[in-house]
């Protein structure tokens, strides 16, 4: 039954669909509103009554195809938000709101994998069941992808989605979820135990000997290998962190711990005090351990810096990735020992260093504030497979604690001559990993 209005416009489907005819015309057409736009067609008919009936199949076919994904009223692709996104992302970075390296992962997610499936569908198509068809694709094609990875696609898709929000392309984000049939396994962060890591700096050595021997030009590379390591291992500062440091950020302290050197002298170390670390969490302030002062001078020295408190360049030129895996893989330090074993990369450097500082009775607030982090994360994430290596008052006998022996690790890791001018022999205890407490 219609609902008649006036002769040559009225609704049909309880106000639903509107029925007109133009004045230039004698064919009837038919019109709904969704999503803020007006659909409409050329019914085909001159007559009223057939004209309804038509009206009534095309409504719902348009509905269903609506419902299915298969119909769009939005001109706008997924490939062309995408680009508006990442522009406006980058432009983000640049005025330090987000890092460098989150944009990257962005930026290769979409390009990888997310742009060939989703990219000319209109994006107001883009919803959960797009999201499953797209998980079905990439599992034909990789049957092993690891969660991590879908995680990754999804933070792409997501500020796509948020973007086209913002742009008014759709009415609301939608929210995808996933369902796994297996809880989440937290693992443990990969680091290098003390002996691991003292064969880790000694294979850079090598590698730096080598290298003069073989092909001199990559000498100054390994060398900046070198103090990255201990940079990483010495201040627990994230991969993107360290190469956002600028020499203007560095202040060097020395008013350190006094400690006394092989040859009986009484020395202070010095440590460094890092300030505008821009990284995932925002713009943050570190207090490195002791190694990274001596890496620190010889950066200082090999990049020819007179005033590093006026100089904003970044002190890492590159980031030695490839050279770094081969290292690993020459010295098997690529997997760690456990069971499963874990693969190994720059983020062991950081990991290295809150496990040192944990082992060494450093407070679990002052390291996750010293690393940006939650104390929750250190917890989860580091301390609880230390297990009984950091529990002190396990063995504590009626309020006090067994005491036992304990002999210093000396290592000297700087009195190695095949190194470059600058890296100095000097005769101090662990001089990249200080353990003193």
């Known amino acids: 039954m219609s609902s008649q209005q006036s002769p040559d416009k009225y609704t049909i489907l309880s106000g639903r669909v509107h029925i007109f005819r133009r004045p230039t015309s004698s064919y009837w057409w038919a019109g709904f509103h969704h999503k803020g736009k007006y659909v409409r067609t050329s019914i085909g008919e001159v007559d009223a009554k057939p004209a309804e009936r038509a009206a009534e199949l095309w409504y719902f076919k348009k509905q269903a195809e609506i419902a299915s994904g298969v119909f769009s009223v939005t001109k706008k692709t997924f490939s062309e938000i995408a680009s508006v996104a990442l522009v406006d992302f980058h432009a983000r970075v640049q005025r330090g709101e987000r890092s460098a390296n989150t944009y990257r992962g962005i930026k290769n997610a979409l390009n990888g994998k997310v742009k060939p499936f989703f990219g000319n569908l209109p994006i107001d198509q883009i919803n959960v069941q797009a999201w499953f068809r797209f998980k079905e694709h990439i599992y034909q094609t990789n049957p092993k992808i690891k969660r991590g990875t879908f995680h990754q696609y999804k933070n792409a898709l997501r500020l796509v989605l948020n973007k086209a929000y913002a742009l008014g392309y759709l009415q609301s984000v939608p929210e995808i979820k996933d369902e796994y049939n297996e809880k989440r396994i937290d693992a443990p962060r990969p680091w290098f135990t003390k ?7 000694s294979g850079v050595r090598r590698h730096i000997r080598e290298l003069k021997d073989r092909q001199p030009r990559w000498v100054p590379a390994a060398e900046e290998l070198y103090d990255y390591i201990i940079f990483g291992t010495n201040t627990g500062c994230r991969v993107s962190e360290l190469s956002n440091i600028r020499f203007c950020d560095i202040e060097l302290k020395k008013d350190g711990p006094f400690y006394i050197d092989k040859e009986g002298k009484k020395k202070r170390l010095h440590y460094l005090i890092i300030r505008n670390i ?47 895996n081969v290292i690993l893989k020459k010295n098997n330090l690529k997997y760690t020992n456990t069971q499963p074993p874990v693969k190994r990369d720059f983020v062991s450097l950081r990991a290295t260093y809150i496990s040192f500082r944990l082992l ?52 000297e890791v700087m009195g190695d001559a095949t190194l470059s001018g600058q890296m100095q022999a000097k005769k101090l205890p662990s001089a990249e990993l200080r353990l003193i407490k």
Not at 195 to 201: A, F, G, N, P
Not at 365 to 392: D, F, H, P, Q
Request: net charge positive; charged share 30%.
């Open 195 to 201: 002996s691991e890591y003292k064969k880790l700096l």
């Open 278 to 324: 821009k990284g995932k969490r925002g713009t943050g302030v570190c207090r490195s351990f002791f190694g990274a002062a001596d890496a620190w001078e010889r950066i200082l020295i090999r990049r020819g810096v007179k005033d590093p408190k006026s100089d904003t360049s970044k002190i890492f030129i590159e980031h030695h990735r490839d050279m770094f």
């Open 360 to 411: 060494n009775g450093a407070s679990v607030y002052e390291v996750a504030n010293n690393c940006r982090t939650s104390v929750a994360m250190i917890e989860n994430s580091y301390a609880k497979y230390l297990g009984g290596e950091v529990l002190v008052g396990v063995n504590k006998i009626d309020g006090k604690t067994e005491s036992w022996s304990q002999t210093a690790l000396e290592e």
